[in-house]
């Protein structure tokens, strides 16, 4: 007899129910009436407390400060910068609201055609974010500077991105103490490697790999970096320590020589006093109220950038150019919004928001990403293949566009990367955790009867087999030869051509210019100038997608789903960005047996 059979059955008639069905469906009842109510009363709390917390702001600022002739915005940095905020953050927040990057430079474009602006004081310190994102943020300063406005710099104790974003300014000030100072650090690349510590607790972690260079995972079975990881950082740090110094020397008008030799051959780690003037790192030294004094301001004639009531253009464009933020691990998720991860899920639903505008005559997408889920980042990749073939693709590349980030890119007419950007990784990883040794030392005895060749692979408290792996393995190079085949579908290369600069390679924007994985080094701005080009507008505006949106509305649209705001918690709760790269890892590992992810990641 067989076990399924695809005969019709007849549906039988539903028994009456029971007493004990009616105590069930009461419990059921009662349990969903109480959780109804204590979500209603959470979210009671939450539009309370914001609501005190509104009319604390309102009360403490009913209208707008008035912006006076000559007055200076005051853009003070600190802690992480991320470029778009998909969520506002700052509900309780009853101090300035903190802006992305993308809130910034439009507050500073504003303020460069605003006629009662007449300068910047940048005051960084303990900025926390990738030179592609403070790069974008320099741009609109020179922009600004090419108004005529002046942009002064006041420093304390900076570090490497607190001046290489002070260096944009006309002048930088130094506070004249022995016990502040620019901690000018260089750059590095950083990552934990746990063999040691996994092997005390009796879990390995099996690493496939399909390319030569690819370097995600060997944190987890390896116990030091492989020779071809050094290989690739090495060469990636060459170029961008290369390209920071360049920058910092044409700004500060210093040749490369001198400012090589600051960062190599200075004595003291901090510089500070005379030395710091005669360098050439700042202009002068001097405290901040003298340096205000010296710009012969007054109070009022100084605003926080974050209170700037900047007003948008009245007169609405007929064309659009939309930039679409593609931020995140590449992986799965039970939400269209996840403010961690970039699923397929969310893709399409900005996608077909941005399709609904009829005036979008061209898209950039900003990628932003270290790849992740190998079957997300096909799903990415096919829907944008199949709903933007109708406008020019514009890609721009973030911090990282690389492994999956760069598999998302492959669909693009033309691609840009940001000098800092790092990219490639054409290469797929699996990690495979198991616990047998764990299990034996804690005095588990796992005995498993099965049927089928593979039904213990999955198994943790079993040790896989050399047949499983190769098994494995097989399945990864037919997912690295796909990705291979999007990139030469992409780029219009021949798949020997793609191979020679994949093997799960990271690549400076400069080399990935030269390996014809890019079309040009270049800013978001002269993506969306070239999307525009490509859709044939001249006169046009330019929309950010997705719109940020409040915890409140990311509630409601998610159903009460109170896990929106349990993940943006724990996403703030992971400050350390070592170990925070490591726990993504292994978050995205749970799910995705075979991933393209880089490990990568520029740090001061």
Known sequence: ????????????????????DNKREGKIKRRWFTFGCLTTFIFLIIISVSSVISLVKLGSKQVAPTIHPGTYLNIKLSGSLVEHKEVDEDLFSISDKTLSV?????????????????GLILEPAAVSAGYATMNELIDAIELFKMSGKQVVAYLETAYNSDYFIASAA?????????????????????????????????????????????????????????????????QLLDDIYFQMLTDISVRRKLNF????????????????????????????????????????????????????????????????????????????????FDTNVLSSKKVEKIIKEVKKDPSIKGIVLRVNSPGGSALESEKIYQFLVKELSDKPLIISMGDVAASGGYYISAPGDYVFADPYTLTGSIGVVSMLPNAHQAGKNIGFNVQSIT???????????????????????????????????????????????????????????????????????GSLNLAIARAAALAEVADYQVSYFPHTKSLIDLIIENKFDFLVLERIIKQKMIKDPTFERAYRLLEIMKNEPILMITPATVTD
């Open 1 to 20: 007899m067989p076990l399924y059979t695809n005969d019709p059955k007849p549906i039988p008639p539903r028994p009456a129910p029971t007493r004990t």
């Open 102 to 118: 993308r809130q910034l430079i439009d507050r500073i474009e504003h303020a460069a055609i605003d006629n009662n602006i007449s």
């Open 257 to 336: 020589g001198e400012i090589f030799n600051i960062y190599e051959k200075r004595d003291e780690l901090f510089i500070n006093g005379d030395f710091a003037v005669e360098s050439g790192i700042v202009d002068e030294l001097c405290h901040r109220d003298r340096l205000i004094e010296n710009l012969g301001l007054k109070e009022k004639q100084i605003s926080s950038i974050a209170k700037y009531d900047y007003k948008l253009p009245l007169v609405k464009r007929k064309d659009t150019i939309a930039v679409v933020y593609l931020q995140g691990n590449i992986g799965q998720s039970s939400s269209s």
């Open 170 to 234: 006309d002048k930088i000030c130094l506070v004249p103490s022995q016990s502040g100072g620019v901690y000018l650090s260089g750059i590095g690349i950083s990552a934990l490697y746990m063999k040691n510590f996994f092997d005390k607790l009796g879990i390995e972690i099996n690493v496939l790999h399909s390319g030569n260079y690819k370097g995600a995972g060997e944190n987890f079975n390896r116990n030091e970096m492989s020779t071809q990881m050094k290989e690739t950082y090495n």
């Open 451 to 521: 049927r089928g060749k593979f039904s213990n692979f999955l198994n943790m408290w079993e040790k896989p087999n050399r047949v499983d792996l190769n098994a494995m393995q097989k399945n990864m190079d037919n997912v690295y030869l796909e990705f291979k085949d999007r990139v030469a579908t992409g780029r219009q290369l021949s798949i020997d051509e793609v191979e020679k600069v994949a093997q799960g390679r990271t690549w400076s924007s400069r080399k990935a210019l030269k390996n014809n994985l890019i079309d040009e080094v």
